[in-house]
């Protein structure tokens, strides 16, 4: 059975906004005699608030993480998702021990290996291959061990040409090629990437994941990854944590995770817009989409047995107009999942005045996977073919199951694999 090797507990950061300090010199020695010399907690962060930075704060005082309690196995790949600002960075600095927690306690078995941004723990002035040897010196490896690798950690980087330059000289793909290569062959029991991999072309990201997958299943060291990717989150991890607003808000199984993530950002399920700001052509506005359940309310979560209806509302600014409405859906791993157009609309044979029209479409239930969705829509002509406009991401709404939908999963309570989940007819 795998052993914990890293464990958080009832970690917080805060940081203040503006000033720092405490605002006199007695509360300054308080607080370093409190903190620094009795261990005790932080009196002067006691007011605060969460990191939402969707709305305006009274305090000073911004909790980056709040409460933190999670433990990662040796052999884990886990992968921290969330949004900007959910905190995924200040727990990955805490964990390398860049910052210091404001309360909590880390305990960590084994060397770290952090790769958190551009050029860390890189000397500008040294070589590549010096600074190979100053990183494998950091994490307490002898100069014969570091040699041993010396090879492979260039070959792997691709800059083999230039390991004598000063990397000052480096563009920040270089940079990043040999600090992952470093960071990944250096014999660290725990390795730990934030998103700085996107500064790689595809090639190497790809080359970088493969390389996080054999530290993790071939060679039974401890992966943490931070991306946006959620493909790449899925194919290396195999656990997730969901940051959001610096807490958790789910750990377990990836899949999951991703989930959880990507339907929670589903918050709108009907927008408008006036005739200024709406996105147009010079013949048609879209005024408003709205995604309704069977009753015909708005709702952004729907049961995967009922149907759903997104309804359009358009404005036609020049009289006369030829054309028809389309519609594309896709999952929130950007997956394609179908295209609609009107074809038969009478408006592809007879004109249209000026003025405000509605149109709805139908999606039938027992049709789409539990899943999170968004949907496009275009207004285009025929005869020749031509996009009007076409507007991406203008709503979104969840397919959610019950477990006690006996009709469409029997007793089988786990995830159904797929992007689509009609009920069809076994003859």
Request: net charge neutral; proline share 3%; hydrophobic share 40%.
């Amino acid at each position: 059975m795998s052993k914990p090797v890293i464990q958080v507990e009832n970690l917080s950061k805060a940081y203040q906004i503006g000033q720092i300090g405490t605002g006199t010199i007695s509360r300054d020695i308080e607080r370093f005699w409190l903190t620094k010399v009795l261990g005790k907690e932080d009196p002067f962060l006691k007011i605060g608030e969460a990191n939402d930075r969707s709305i305006k704060g009274d305090s000073d005082i911004v909790w980056s993480l709040k409460d933190i309690n999670f433990e990662i196995n040796q052999g884990d790949a886990v992968g921290i998702i969330g949004k900007n600002g959910a905190g995924k960075s200040t727990l990955l600095k805490l964990l390398s021990r860049v910052t210091s927690p404001t309360t909590g306690e880390i305990k960590v078995k084994g060397r770290i290996a952090s790769l958190l941004e551009v050029g860390t723990g890189f000397h500008p002035e040294l070589s590549g291959r010096e600074n190979i040897y100053l990183n494998g010196a950091i994490l307490g490896m002898r100069k014969k061990e570091i040699t041993r690798k010396l090879d492979e950690i260039i070959d792997f980087s691709g800059v083999e040409r230039y390991i004598d330059t000063p990397v000052k000289r480096y563009s920040s793909g270089m940079y990043v090629r040999l600090a992952f290569a470093v960071a990944a062959h250096l014999e660290s029991e725990i390795l730990i990437v934030d998103e700085v991999l996107a500064v790689g072309d595809a090639e190497f990201q790809k080359k970088c994941l493969g390389k996080m997958g054999d530290i993790s299943k071939g060679e039974g060291r401890t992966v943490l990854f931070v991306s946006h990717n959620m493909g790449a989150i899925k194919n290396l991890c195999s656990k997730g944590i969901l940051l959001e607003n610096g807490e958790i808000t789910y750990a377990g199984d990836v899949d999951n995770a991703i989930e959880h993530y990507l339907m929670n950002s589903n918050n709108a399920a009907s927008k408008s817009w006036d005739l200024i700001s709406a996105p147009k052509s010079k013949s048609f506005a879209l005024l408003g989409v709205k995604v309704l359940n069977q009753e015909g309310e708005i709702s952004v979560n729907h049961l995967i047995t009922n149907d759903i209806e997104i309804e359009f509302t358009y404005q036609i600014l020049e009289d006369n107009q030829l054309f028809t409405l389309g519609f594309n859906l896709f999952n929130n791993h950007n997956i394609h999942i179908l295209s609609s157009h009107d074809s038969n609309s009478p408006t592809l044979k007879t004109p249209l005045k000026k003025g405000i029209y509605s149109r709805r479409i139908r999606i039938p239930g027992n049709f789409l996977a539990e899943a999170g969705y968004n949907c496009s829509f275009a207004i285009m002509r025929y005869d020749p073919f031509e996009v009007e406009f076409h507007e991406m991401e203008i709503v979104g709404f969840n397919v959610i199951d019950e477990l006690g939908l006996k009709t469409v999963r029997g007793n089988y309570s786990g995830k159904f694999p797929g992007v689509v989940r009609p009920l069809l007819n076994w003859i």
